[in-house]
């Protein structure tokens, strides 16, 4: 489960347990939300992170930023293991680990201007001067296509795609190493989201980001991702470069998923696979299938 380039970030057993709702009387139970999940992103890699809605990806993106704090396992970012650190030990790792999270309406705050939703955040790590705080505003501002005269308006005066693009902004204002993209085109228009994809992979490519890209899209996903890793019921069931597994599935789960995707032509021919959660064990753990592609069968 080797990741390309120099490692970044190591997941190694991570769990997460939520209480189920019981009775009164009844013993308390709990939910494994995301159970035993590992996994590796090397520098400038994109990781994408699949399964269908409640599988569990979300809470893996958010134990990784230490949203959460994992019941168990080992969270290794640039060789420390950040899941033992307290709350001062956190704030320079959290400079290097940003988000971008599913709904650009909520995630910004609509009673600052977009000026400072970007600029916050590096007054908050750096001491700079005010001119130079806004001259980095506005580069940031022209690096993910909003125009500087937008700089003083409300949140609710963008677009959906321009409101997410200047959550990338604010994410990208720290310059940070790894950014946790949590399903951010999937409350988007079809035509917007091909539009922040790009963006994504354009900064990609010009500041040496590494993605953990998590979506249930999956055409989406196989456009920018350099692995992918398919969850279900909180576990990993199948990872590998993302063109040997979209060619070559070999869980049921990933087969089942592979053949929902929409294809342009209506009359072409297609199987669609009714998963049988039967037909594997559930609690098998990941084996080579071939080079660089594991899967839990």
């Not at 946790?180 to 988007?188: F, G, H, I, K, T």
């Not at 209506?266 to 959660?277: G, N, S």
């Given at each position: 489960m080797?990741?390309?380039g120099n490692l970044l970030l190591e997941v190694q057993g991570l769990r997460k347990l939520f209480p189920a709702k019981s009775g009164l009387l009844a013993r308390k139970q709990f939910v494994h939300a995301v159970d035993g999940v590992s996994f590796k992103i090397g520098a400038s890699e994109t990781l994408g992170l699949v399964g269908e809605s409640g599988c569990g990806k979300s809470t893996t993106g958010k134990l990784i930023l230490r949203l959460l704090d994992p019941a168990e396992g080992e969270?290794?970012?640039r060789g420390q293991r950040i899941d033992r650190f307290d709350r001062a030990q956190m704030r320079p790792v959290r400079r290097e680990l940003q988000a971008v999270f599913q709904d650009p309406y909520s995630s910004l705050n609509p009673r600052i201007r977009a000026v400072d939703i970007v600029s916050e955040p590096i007054r908050n790590?750096?001491?700079l001067p005010a001119a130079e705080v806004r001259a980095r505003a506005v580069e940031l501002f022209e690096r993910v296509g909003l125009r500087p005269d937008q700089m003083l308006k409300y949140p609710y005066e963008f677009s959906g795609g321009q409101r997410q693009r200047l959550g990338i902004a604010r994410a990208l204002s720290v310059r940070p190493r790894l950014i946790?993209?949590?399903?951010?085109?999937?409350?988007?228009d079809v035509s917007v989201q091909a539009q922040v994809i790009n963006l994504l992979m354009d900064l990609q490519s010009e500041l040496g980001l590494s993605y953990l890209f998590v979506a249930h899209d999956l055409a989406v996903v196989e456009h920018i991702s350099h692995r992918v890793a398919v969850m279900y019921l909180g576990r990993i069931v199948e990872m590998g470069a993302t063109e040997r597994l979209f060619e070559s599935p070999a869980h049921p789960y990933t087969r089942a998923l592979l053949s929902a995707i929409p294809v342009p032509d209506?009359?072409?021919?297609?199987?669609?696979?009714?998963?049988?959660?039967g037909s594997f064990d559930r609690a098998a753990g990941l084996r080579q299938v071939t080079e660089g592609h594991w899967a839990a069968v």
């Open positions: 080797s990741a390309p969270i290794t970012w790590y750096e001491r946790v993209c949590d399903e951010p085109v999937s409350a988007l209506p009359d072409a021919p297609r199987q669609r696979i009714v998963l049988d959660p």
